[in-house]
């Protein structure tokens, strides 16, 4: 068996687990859809930025003027242009977080195939080890791209408004996904080859995921958090692969080029750092085992 047949027999297994099980999935999209639905409608930030209809109408034209131009650059400076609504700024922050979500949960498979035996099978077959490791990266980017597509026709539904940028733009947006699904499903595989538990791994996941969402500008945007706060959120993947799908998105002709190069430059940056250390965990570990 050669190798692509073995990577290709092993992704459709894992893929297999996934659609033969619908709770999963509706489980790992319940928490982005709370936040996106509940938060993003309930808190709404650019409406804060905004003055009444009520009360600009008792205001001179010329003071109108001047307060709408201020708030406006205000708007801009904070999300990119001033017609921007948060929910919709949100739901796009969301995307991202689904990833996080599904590839930090990766590593829990390693962990019930080797509680089940079906690990030390895999070791025991005449096949390259390392298939054992890309299968699961290969469907779990499988598994987070559909997911937020899901998640990107749910926020249609409830009156997100995009604007992409076109012919490129939802391209480069799937692409920023899937090098940060790689990056973050080949170091959650590595560390539940490391722990040999899932108890250990499901501690690991709860204790990144929530700090790696808040620390990052999917929910708000990175120059509104303290100066310490935003220096972590600047070494967040998730910040980068974030920005880079707004740009494609939700920008559209407004779009920064050199921000969105900048953005999935820094995305496969850290998706090789982490494929490297995976890769390198992952093989001490597996020929030990």
């Known amino acids: 068996m050669d190798v692509l047949t073995e990577v290709r027999v092993l992704t459709m297994r894992e893929l297999k687990k996934w659609y033969r099980s619908p709770f999963l999935l509706v489980f790992t999209l319940v928490q982005p859809v709370l936040w996106m639905g509940l938060f993003g409608k309930a808190f709404n930030l650019t409406g804060f930025l905004r003055i009444p209809n009520e009360i600009l109408d008792q205001l001179p034209p010329a003071a109108t003027s001047q307060i709408a131009s201020v708030f406006n650059s205000i708007l801009t400076r904070f999300f990119g242009r001033a017609d921007i609504d948060y929910f919709s700024y ?14 930090m949960s990766s590593g829990m498979g390693i962990a019930w195939d080797r509680r089940l035996g079906f690990l030390n099978k895999l070791l025991a077959a005449p096949i390259w080890r390392g298939s054992i490791i890309v299968s699961k990266v290969l469907a779990t980017v499988v598994r987070s791209v559909l997911q937020a597509s899901l998640l990107l026709l749910l926020a249609l539904a409830l009156g997100a408004r995009f604007n992409p940028l076109l012919p490129l733009g939802p391209l480069i947006a799937v692409a920023a996904l899937c090098i940060l699904a790689v990056g973050l499903s080949s170091f959650s595989i590595a560390v539940g080859l490391r722990l040999k538990s899932w108890e250990s791994q499901a501690a690991v996941m709860n204790l990144l995921n929530l700090p790696l969402m808040f620390a990052s500008n999917a929910l708000y945007p990175v120059s509104l958090m303290p100066p310490w706060l935003q220096t972590i959120a600047l070494a967040n993947p998730i910040s980068y692969a974030v920005d880079a799908v707004r740009q494609t998105l939700l920008l559209g002709q407004a779009a920064n080029t050199a921000i969105l190069i900048t953005d999935m430059a820094a995305v ?7 494929t490297a250390v995976g890769t390198y965990l992952a093989g001490t570990t597996l020929k030990k085992t």
């Open 268 to 274: 496969s940056l850290f998706a090789a750092f982490f």
């Open 90 to 103: 949100i739901s796009l922050g969301m995307l991202s977080i689904t990833v996080l979500f599904t590839s």
